[in-house]
């Protein structure tokens, strides 16, 4: 099967029943994709392929989005000590390591790029996904994270962390960076960028790592289930989620207690199912 790296900052992913029936410009974008993140591709067609996330994720991407890879060029992406995940909201990569250099472009968090040497000055050398050489400052990346190097309650609250980091950013459906995020995008960047690939979705799905437990079990970091909704839970009956809801549109903390100010009773009342990543392990 043919590899593909995507080489813009972001690429849209379309379904693939508006892809077929409708103009490219009035698809459904089902998600986004970051710039070094590979996919499976299956097919082309007028300038789009049809291709499979790393996560299980399917649906046509632009064909000037994204590059093809041999398989041992993917691995380095994938695989390699080298690569690295870039962990703040927005980063810059410079044409030289100094903060006066003009900008080859700019990266959304959880993008991924290829160290070339070791950081000197508080610079980092890279490679982008395209092939082209850049700096960014060294604390804007880090190694791809493993979950054995964290105890549960560290990874709940790095989870929360990133979660957080979204708070205020508008809601834009399919979206999963700082510059627009929906519900789902919201739960599966804060687990991905703890190394965990969670269902893009808001439901939980066989062959993932969240398991259904009750709302009495919750945790901080657990996923809400509502009817087309998810949440992350952060404990005392808050949570954090990305709302389409025009009262409070965007990225916000709403709560589950009636006696809150931030309640909301048609989330509160909806609430079908609980799910956790930790049930096997705490």
């Known amino acids: ?93 410079l044409v030289s390591p100094k903060v006066q250099s003009p900008a080859l472009t700019t990266l959304f968090m959880g993008s991924l790029v290829i160290a070339h040497g070791s950081p000197c000055d508080g610079w980092q050398n890279i490679q982008l996904s395209d092939g082209s050489m850049g700096y960014v400052p060294s604390i804007a990346v880090s190694a791809l994270p493993s979950v054995q190097t964290m105890n549960s309650d560290d990874l709940r609250f790095t989870v929360l962390d990133y979660a957080l980091s979204y708070l205020g950013t508008q809601y834009r459906w399919g979206g999963k960076t700082h510059e627009g995020i929906d519900c789902s995008g919201l739960t599966f960047m804060s687990y991905y960028m703890c190394g965990i690939y969670i269902y893009r979705d808001a439901v939980i799905k066989a062959g993932y790592p969240v398991q259904e437990i009750s709302l009495s079990q919750a945790g901080p970091a657990d996923l809400l289930y509502f009817p087309g909704h998810v949440a992350l839970y952060l404990g005392s009956s808050k949570y954090i989620h990305c709302t389409g809801n025009m009262k409070n549109f965007g990225c916000v903390i709403n709560s589950l207690n009636p006696r809150d100010q931030d309640y909301r009773p048609d989330l509160a009342d909806s609430l079908y199912a609980v799910g956790s990543v930790f049930c096997q392990s705490d």
């Open 1 to 93: 099967m043919q590899k593909a790296i995507v080489t813009a900052p972001k690429a849209a992913l379309y379904e693939d029943k508006s892809i077929k029936e409708q103009h490219l410009s009035r698809a459904q974008i089902s998600d986004e994709l970051l710039s070094g993140w590979t996919v499976n591709v299956h097919e082309c067609q007028r300038g789009l392929l049809k291709i499979t996330t790393q996560y299980g994720y399917s649906g046509w991407i632009q064909r000037s989005d994204v590059q093809k890879l041999s398989r041992q060029e993917a691995c380095i992406w994938n695989e390699s000590p080298s690569s690295l995940l870039l962990i703040q909201r927005l980063t810059d990569v």
